[in-house]
C-alpha cells in the first residue's frame, strides 16, 4: 500500500472499458486490466502463488487483456483505485489522481515553476557592468 502496509488477499481480476467523452468533448476510450484486493484476518484462504498465476493466465485468455495498464481496488473508506509498480522485489500500490483531459480546450493554466533569483545564473554572454556592453 502507498502507507508501506502489506495486504495479501486478492479476489477477483477483471477487465474494465471505460468510454467517455471529456470536458473538452473529446470521445475516449480506455480498457484497463483490475485487480481487487481484500484486507481479511483469514489467513486459511489466502491464494497460494500458483493459483494466483493458474487465475491470471486464465484471465489473459479468456478476458483478452492484452497489454494493459493495472489497477487496483482495494477497500478504504469506499472502493479505493491504485496504479501498480514494482520496485524489484514488492508490488506497491501508487496513488492515481483525477485530471482534466482537455487543459487546452478548457484553458487551465500550466503550473509555472517558482525559481529563486539567488539561483539564476547568467550565460558568459551577458552583458555585466564594466563591460560597455549596455
Not at 15 to 43: M, P
Not at 58 to 82: A, C, P, R
Not at 115 to 130: A, D, F, M
Amino acid at each position: 500500500m502507498v502507507n508501506q502496509t502489506l495486504i495479501f488477499h486478492f479476489t477477483e481480476v477483471g477487465k474494465i472499458s471505460k468510454h467517455f467523452i471529456d470536458c473538452g468533448v473529446t470521445v475516449r476510450n480506455e480498457n484497463v486490466a483490475n485487480f481487487q484486493l481484500w484486507d481479511a484476518v483469514d489467513y486459511n484462504h489466502r491464494l497460494h502463488p500458483e493459483r494466483l498465476l493458474s487465475i491470471n493466465e486464465l484471465s489473459e485468455k479468456v478476458l483478452k487483456l492484452e497489454d494493459l495498464e493495472v489497477e487496483v481496488e482495494y477497500q478504504g473508506q469506499t472502493i479505493e483505485k491504485f496504479g501498480l509498480e514494482f520496485d524489484g522485489v514488492n508490488f506497491l500500490l501508487t496513488n492515481k489522481q483525477t485530471d482534466c483531459l482537455a487543459k487546452e480546450k478548457c484553458r487551465i493554466p500550466q503550473k509555472k515553476s517558482k525559481v529563486q533569483l539567488s539561483e539564476l545564473r547568467g550565460n558568459e554572454e551577458s552583458c555585466t557592468p564594466g563591460t560597455g556592453c549596455c
